[in-house]
């Protein structure tokens, strides 16, 4: 089967299961209620989301600058702010495709060597995971009574038996140790398996070679705490959520964050539905889970399309430009 084959059929696969889920959570919404929720949202706050997201865009690139410097590359903020914004545009037309094509972009922009482009990328995703699991866990304890009332009720509303759980448990368990023996005996995934284990263990200690780490810590926290605000401030754009405080902020970057990183086209389907099921434990009802939700990923879809279309048309006319200037 050929590679492009191979491609075709998993964005296919990607967009099939979008549909599909954007089937299962969007099936049983009140379209009535919904669209009167459309018309009763304060605009300004969705707006101001999108603007704010143009400060992470460049936290991103500026942080990427830091991993680049010691490779021999001393890039402007601005260069590399447009392929980041190029690379999420890509994400909208297939799931990780966002990563190579900024690569690709720099190189014809800037020179850089798409290998070394690609390492450091390896080494800034390895980071925003760890990242995002340093927030889940905090999630964790700061909304553990919340989660723990919320399971005990969903337990109850079940009546699902102390023997189901474990029999859950150990099939979970034996699935693992199933995965693991099938890899092992696999030379070939095996061969993978520990090829990614590598790239992870390289990318992580070749932070140690940069020569701005206060830098590279602050534009990290710049970039979560932007990503914070874009989606706590829309929360004030809709009567029914208005109330809600800064823990819910959290929960709804942490949960995004996790829809977000899932194989579906751009979030869609995983990112309304697990949103929606977050905000049951605020107590807020389905349609307008499933409205914020809708809003919320709108809006980061929207800022992609715009900013990373005029990124688009910029690195063409640069590249144009200094096109004609080797040409004359």
Same mark, same amino acid.
């Given at each position: 089967?050929?590679?492009?084959?191979?491609?075709?059929?998993? #964005?296919?696969?990607? *967009?099939?299961?979008?549909?599909?889920?954007?089937?299962?959570?969007?099936?049983?919404?009140? @379209?009535?209620?919904?669209?009167?929720?459309?018309?009763?949202?304060?605009?300004? @706050?969705?707006?101001?989301?999108?603007?704010?997201?143009?400060?992470?865009?460049?936290? $991103?690139?500026?942080? @990427?600058?830091?991993?680049?410097?010691? !490779?021999?590359?001393?890039?402007?903020?601005? $260069?590399?702010?447009?392929?980041?914004?190029?690379?999420?545009?890509?994400?909208?037309? !297939?799931?990780? !495709?966002?990563?190579?094509?900024?690569?690709?972009?720099?190189?014809?922009?800037?020179?850089?060597?798409?290998?070394?482009?690609?390492?450091?990328?390896?080494?800034?995703?390895?980071?925003?995971?760890?990242?995002? #699991?340093?927030?889940?866990? *905090?999630?964790?304890?700061?909304?553990?009574?919340?989660?723990?009332?919320?399971?005990?009720?969903?337990?109850?509303? !079940?009546?699902?038996?102390?023997?189901?759980?474990?029999?859950?448990?150990?099939?979970?368990?034996?699935?693992?140790?199933?995965?693991?023996?099938? *890899?092992? $005996?696999?030379? $070939?995934?095996?061969?993978?398996?520990?090829?990614?284990?590598?790239?992870?263990?390289?990318?992580?200690?070749?932070?140690?070679?940069?020569?701005?780490?206060?830098?590279?810590?602050?534009?990290?926290?710049?970039? @979560?705490?932007?990503?914070?605000?874009?989606?706590?401030?829309?929360?004030?754009?809709?009567?029914?959520?208005?109330?809600?405080?800064?823990?819910?902020?959290?929960?709804?970057?942490?949960?995004?964050? *996790?829809? #977000?990183?899932?194989?579906?086209?751009?979030?869609?389907?995983?990112?309304?539905?697990?949103?929606?099921?977050?905000?049951?434990?605020?107590?807020?009802?389905?349609?307008?889970?499933?409205?914020?939700?809708?809003?919320?990923?709108?809006?980061?879809?929207?800022?992609?399309?715009?900013?990373?279309?005029?990124?688009?048309?910029?690195?063409?006319?640069?590249?144009?430009?200094?096109?004609?200037?080797?040409?004359?």
């Amino acid at each position: 089967m050929s590679k492009n084959l191979i491609k075709l059929l998993q #964005l296919l696969i990607s *967009i099939g299961l979008a549909i599909l889920l954007l089937y299962v959570v969007f099936n049983n919404v009140a @379209w009535e209620d919904f669209w009167e929720k459309a018309q009763s949202v304060d605009y300004t @706050w969705v707006i101001a989301s999108i603007v704010l997201s143009i400060v992470a865009y460049m936290a $991103r690139a500026y942080r @990427w600058n830091i991993l680049l410097e010691p !490779l021999g590359y001393n890039l402007k903020t601005g $260069r590399t702010t447009l392929a980041v914004l190029v690379g999420y545009l890509a994400n909208l037309a !297939l799931p990780r !495709l966002g990563e190579v094509t900024r690569c690709a972009v720099l190189k014809k922009n800037d020179n850089v060597a798409i290998p070394a482009a690609l390492g450091s990328v390896v080494t800034e995703r390895i980071i925003d995971f760890l990242t995002l #699991l340093l927030l889940i866990c *905090i999630s964790l304890i700061v909304e553990s009574d919340r989660l723990l009332a919320f399971l005990t009720s969903a337990y109850e509303d !079940l009546n699902i038996s102390l023997n189901v759980i474990l029999i859950i448990a150990l099939v979970g368990v034996l699935g693992i140790v199933a995965l693991v023996i099938f *890899i092992n $005996r696999q030379d $070939r995934l095996k061969g993978k398996f520990v090829d990614l284990l590598k790239s992870f263990v390289a990318g992580f200690t070749s932070l140690k070679d940069i020569k701005r780490p206060l830098g590279f810590f602050i534009s990290t926290f710049i970039l @979560w705490l932007v990503y914070y605000l874009m989606s706590y401030i829309i929360i004030f754009s809709l009567p029914e959520t208005a109330h809600l405080g800064f823990g819910v902020g959290f929960m709804l970057l942490i949960t995004g964050g *996790i829809a #977000l990183s899932l194989p579906v086209q751009s979030g869609f389907g995983t990112y309304h539905g697990m949103i929606a099921g977050m905000l049951l434990l605020y107590s807020i009802d389905q349609t307008t889970g499933i409205f914020l939700a809708t809003l919320l990923h709108t809006s980061q879809i929207i800022a992609v399309a715009i900013f990373g279309s005029l990124a688009l048309i910029i690195s063409a006319m640069l590249r144009r430009s200094s096109f004609k200037k080797e040409t004359f």
